[in-house]
């Protein structure tokens, strides 16, 4: 392989993982505090994007930036919204029933979206300031592509330190070790878990707006982008932010090495690899085993 | 914290309960009597209702056959093992394309492939079992999900194999089976036969040691119970059925695709085991009725179907988590009027 | 007695379900529908099962609107045969379980003398087998398997679509004159399913039976519908084809362009792609100049009266452009009213007669259904993507536009039959 296929494939296996960690992160960061899987993280991912479409047609060349910041918050008052009116209600009962929960609010947020939006491709502009490529080490390398794996790299360190250096990263973990110390010891429990709810709603919401400019924004991307989740997820383990990295570029380099060497294969290699890892680990990479 | 464990108790764990054990010959004659009494009713109306209706809705009903032998090979997992299988549907498709791909490939008569079917989805779901059941609860939910979308992605993209997406469609059913009515009651004496089976297994020593495992894990390994091996046959047994339920599927379809080996089509049946009950036998064909009738007529007549299925699924697991036959038995009604009676409760 | 109650609740379901299924067709039948077209007065009714949720929504919903907007000018000028054409459609959630039996209950409950055709192939060969059961015409206008009327063909199925065959021999006609003796070097990119594939199979096939001189340096199979491909795109970039030939379509292509762009993946390298009107839409100013577009009617190249007419229409109720799939939709059902007029007769044994050989006019000119195999004798589309947004409409459409005729891109008679066996 020459010197630039290196840098274009690399470019390659790091977009892939990074728009796959920013949705994973916030699927794992809600399971590790309220141990639910919410299939309806990938209706707050289409949202976000959908929203960006709307906010960018109204404000033209600016649009972009405010959707940045507005559309993860709009996603993340949604968020609020599942946990109080729905989810609040089933964390006693049995896993089956929050998955079937979750999954019946994708169908409902789907429908809604296409009363909103309609059925059509929906698609925004990259802003100039990221638009077009540079040469470096005789490949081209996109601007856009650099800003997803930026934005990507800084939700990580952002989690990281909330998990591990913060005093709210603790109570996170101590809801789910001891609920009751916690509880005891004067904290709003049931703030914390909508809070956490909320907070992987915004992320899906931001992959959202991050990837609209890239992508074609239609309806369908919910499901999709779910299932990748899950994989990603499971591959890293359940739970653990550092897994969702690991587990984002796993995928990304066997994605692109796959894409460079058995193309027709590059597709069912993921969920070989999946099946592989769970062999092993049930429990994924970095996941902790199940009491 | 919230990985709580179903309190619901089985319709036939509090059958047992009130036979008393030791009653005498009367009792068992009387129980036999009475377990033949339900199948040999349901049976006789299910012919009966065959010759009926008509046309299109004996398709349906076609359909909602196969989808029985499905949802309650589901519920062997679900509501006996407590094992939530995203995955039964790599067993259903695989039923559906031994029948498809036999006929494509060595143009096998289409009755060798109809009994063969189940054999090969019980054969893959060996391996399947073997690698998916190491996880648990979650994970093995997960596990086997991935499984379907594997099974999926290689229908698809195998396509001189498989014909991708474009399915294998073709005159493989004989004609006989073709004709609607006849059709209907080779897939109805199907039926009764598999769920005979499968309410033998149930009610087998085997059948209650998984419940065993299902209630307590623990307990039944301190107990020297090979867990492992005991939940890898329910899962063989169940990818069994769920394989003749593919081959079933075939008769009235004459077609096999790849969406029929996708993860939401493995969440078909368990829809159907939560709509009509999974703590019951029968709940889930129950529920493989209520909801293929209603999924036909909601697609038809409303364009947001999505929204009244969601909306009407949420209100389900969220306020009615037995179903409908678990809601019934836990009622029992003569209990509830003789408590009324004497004033009193007597549970 | 708890098992008497089990048996009573579903004893009670089994009988109301099906029974309540049964009751509804009496009163949904408008009564009429069905009969031979004897008596003037009343509706008929035809019916579509396509996909309206999920990523290929966009193609069902506007092949729908075509359709009804080809009933509703029918009824406009007095209906067909004195009869008012009635519209029934369903969302097949691109599922052929869902589609065969919703085109069955179009047929028996709700008296469709004529169905039309889905976007997905599986669910095309699905319905295709139930209107053969029930002899009823069904008209293909977006699935384009060639399967459909080869291997699995019956004399009530109809394609009014360039297939696959001959959609990518006219891409590979129109290169074919563009390149001449010189060698070049071609890539492929295709969703991860058997349109994709076969598409790709017949664009090499047809490039090597014209005996362009090229040499395949990559091919790509990124899933359908996959929200993230680059790591496909990064293995397409690194191999520097000069052509690559995509057989993706709709949001798929319209992200593919996009990302692409990004690597200015558009200056040394000629992309041959359905640039239809859909995503040329979405893509706007994005679109990518020099590109090579193929569409299968593409309004701004059909330059008929009928053509204009039927577009400022679709414009007006539905405030978009009309895409292939809705204008081919429209054509699919003037074909259908074409035969029953000539038969004088909604029934589906004297229609279906009436098409074999017969030249229809429609809104993309004049049809000629081919008998051997009832593909309608129909052109693909091929052009240049202009550097400029069309003034009237809008977007970038084809400079130097190619009409790639039937003839020359369709299979032979005999062909045919040697594949429908």
Redesign the interface.
């Known amino acids: 392989m020459s010197e630039s296929s290196i840098i274009t494939n690399l470019i390659g296996i790091l977009t892939t993982a990074s728009t796959l960690f920013m949705v994973a992160a916030g699927l794992t960061l809600v399971f590790g505090a309220l141990r639910l899987i919410n299939i309806a993280h990938g209706s707050f991912y289409m949202y976000g994007a959908y929203l960006a479409t709307t906010l960018a047609a109204r404000l033209g060349g600016a649009g972009f930036w405010v959707s940045l910041v507005i559309c993860p918050l709009v996603v993340a008052a949604m968020g609020v919204l599942v946990e109080v009116l729905v989810l609040r209600r089933l964390y006693r009962r049995e896993h089956l029933t929050q998955l079937l929960a979750t999954f019946a609010l994708l169908l409902i947020f789907a429908d809604i979206a296409l009363r909103l939006w309609g059925k059509s491709v929906r698609s925004i502009k990259a802003p100039s300031a990221l638009n077009g490529h540079f040469q470096f080490g005789g490949a081209a390398v996109p601007v856009y592509d650099l800003f997803v794996i930026g934005v990507a790299a800084l939700v990580a360190i952002g989690l990281w330190a909330l998990m591990s250096r913060s005093k709210l990263g603790w109570r996170v973990r101590a809801v789910v070790d001891d609920p009751e110390v916690l509880a005891a010891s004067g904290t709003n429990v049931p703030l914390i878990l909508t809070g956490v709810f909320a907070l992987g709603a915004m992320l899906a919401g931001l992959s959202g707006v991050v990837i609209a400019p890239e992508q074609a924004v239609q309806p369908g991307m919910d499901a999709e982008i779910i299932v990748a989740a899950f994989i990603v997820a499971v591959i890293g383990g359940l739970g653990s932010i550092v897994g969702a990295a690991i587990g984002s570029l796993i995928i990304g380099v066997v994605e692109t090495l796959g894409a460079v060497w058995t193309p027709s294969w590059a597709s069912t290699f993921i969920y070989a690899l999946m099946i592989l890892v769970l062999a092993i680990r049930p429990w994924g990479l970095f996941g902790e085993t199940e009491r | ?6 309190p619901v108790p089985t ?1 036939s764990s ?2 047992e309960a009130r036979v008393p054990t030791g009653a005498g010959a009367a009792a068992r004659s009387s129980s036999l009597a ?1 377990s033949v ?2 199948p040999v ?2 049976t006789v ?2 012919v009966a ?1 065959g010759f ?6 004996l ?3 076609e ?1 909602v056959l196969a989808l029985v032998v499905f949802a309650t090979a589901t519920n062997l997992l ?1 509501g006996q093992a407590g094992l ?1 299988s995203f995955g039964q549907a790599v067993f259903y498709g695989i039923g559906a394309y031994t029948v498809g791909l036999g006929w494509l490939h060595w143009h096998l008569s289409f009755w060798l492939t109809f009994f063969l079917a189940p054999v090969v989805s019980a054969l893959v779901a060996i391996p399947v079992g073997l ?2 059941l ?6 093995f ?3 086997t ?3 379907s ?2 099974a999926y ?2 229908a ?2 195998r ?1 001189d194999f498989t ?5 294998v ?2 005159p493989f059913v004989p004609s006989v089976l073709t004709d609607p009515i006849k059709g209907y009651l080779f897939l109805l004496a199907v039926t009764v036969v598999s769920l005979l089976l499968m309410w033998k297994v149930t009610r087998s020593p085997f059948g209650l040691v998984t419940r065993a495992i299902r209630e307590n894990r623990g307990r039944a390994q301190a107990l020297g119970v090979n867990v492992y091996r005991h939940q890898l046959i329910v899962f063989v047994v169940s990818g069994f059925f769920c394989g003749l339920a593919g081959a079933m ?1 075939v008769v009235y ?3 096999a ?3 029929l080996l996708d ?2 089509s493995s ?1 078909t049946p ?2 159907m085991a ?1 709509i009509g009950g999974m703590g ?1 036998f ?1 709940g889930p ?2 529920g493989a ?2 909801y293929q ?1 209603g999924h ?2 909601l ?2 007549y409303v ?5 009244v ?3 009407v ?2 209100l389900i ?2 306020f009615w ?1 037995d179903g ?2 678990g809601s ?2 836990k009622v ?3 209990q509830w009027r003789n408590s009324l009676n004497k004033g009193g409760s007597d549970e | 007695m708890m098992h008497k109650n089990i048996a009573i609740a579903v004893a009670a379901t089994l009988l109301l379900g099906p029974l309540a299924a049964c009751s509804s067709s009496g009163s949904s039948g408008d009564g009429n529908g069905s009969g031979g077209g004897s008596g003037r007065g009343g509706s008929v009714t035809i019916g579509e099962s396509t996909s309206l949720s999920g990523s290929i929504a966009n193609l069902g919903q506007t092949g729908l609107q075509g359709l009804q907007l080809a009933a509703a000018d029918m009824n406009a000028s007095g209906g067909l045969l004195g009869k008012k054409i009635k519209v029934v459609s369903a969302d097949d959630n691109a599922q052929p379980a869902t589609g065969a039996s919703e085109a069955r209950s179009m047929i028996t409950k709700n008296h469709a003398v004529a169905l039309f055709g889905p976007v997905s192939s599986a669910v095309a060969a699905a319905q295709e087998q139930v209107a053969a059961q029930y002899k009823v015409p069904i008209f293909f206008h977006t699935s384009n398997d060639v399967g459909l009327m080869t291997k699995t063909f019956t004399p009530y199925a109809f394609q009014d679509v360039p297939n696959t065959m001959m959609e990518p021999r006219a891409v590979a006609d129109y290169l074919a004159k563009k390149v001449g003796n010189k060698q070049i070097t071609i890539a492929t990119f295709a969703p991860d399913y058997s349109f994709g594939h076969d598409t790709v199979d017949g664009f090499l096939q047809a490039l090597k039976t014209l005996h362009v001189n090229y040499k395949l340096v990559k091919q790509e199979f990124p899933p359908l519908g996959a929200s993230n491909i680059s790591s496909y795109l990064s293995a397409l970039v690194s191999a520097h084809p000069q052509y690559v030939f995509n057989a993706q379509y709709g949001g798929d292509l319209v992200a593919f362009t996009k990302q692409a762009a990004q690597f200015g993946f558009f200056k040394d390298t000629t992309v041959i792609a359905m640039y239809a009107y859909a995503p040329l839409a979405a893509l706007g100013s994005s679109a990518p100049a020099g590109a090579i577009g193929f569409d299968r009617a593409p309004f701004w190249e059909i330059k008929t009266p009928e053509m204009t007419k039927f577009v400022s229409e679709f414009k007006a109720k539905y405030g978009k452009y009309p895409t292939e799939w809705a204008i081919l939709a429209y054509s699919a059902a003037q074909e259908w009213a074409y035969a029953v007029k000539k038969a004088g007769s909604f029934d589906s044994a004297k229609v279906i007669k009436e098409l074999p050989g017969a030249s229809v006019p429609t809104i993309i000119g004049s049809m000629t259904v081919r008998a051997c195999d009832h593909q309608s004798e129909v052109p693909e589309y091929v052009g240049t993507i202009s550097g400029t947004a069309d003034p009237k409409f809008g977007i970038h459409l084809y400079n130097d536009g190619f009409t790639a005729p039937f003839k020359d891109i369709s299979l032979t008679c005999s062909e045919v039959k040697a594949l429908q066996k």
């Open positions: 914290m919230s990985s709580g464990k179903s319709a509090q059958e009475r009494a339900t009713a349901l109306l299910m209702l009926a209706v008509g046309g299109n809705t398709t349906t009903l359909e679900l939530v690698v998916a190491r996880a648990r609860r979650l994970y939910a997960l596990s999900l991935a499984f979308e594997l992605q290689l698809e993209s396509y014909q991708g997406a474009n399915g469609f073709g599927f379809s004459q077609s695709y790849p969406e993860w939401t969440g368990i829809f939560v019951t029968l064909a129950l009725f209520i009738f036909d007529e697609v038809r364009s947001d179907w999505q929204l299925l969601g909306g699924l949420l697991v969220m988590p409908v036959l019934l038995t029992k009604w003569s």
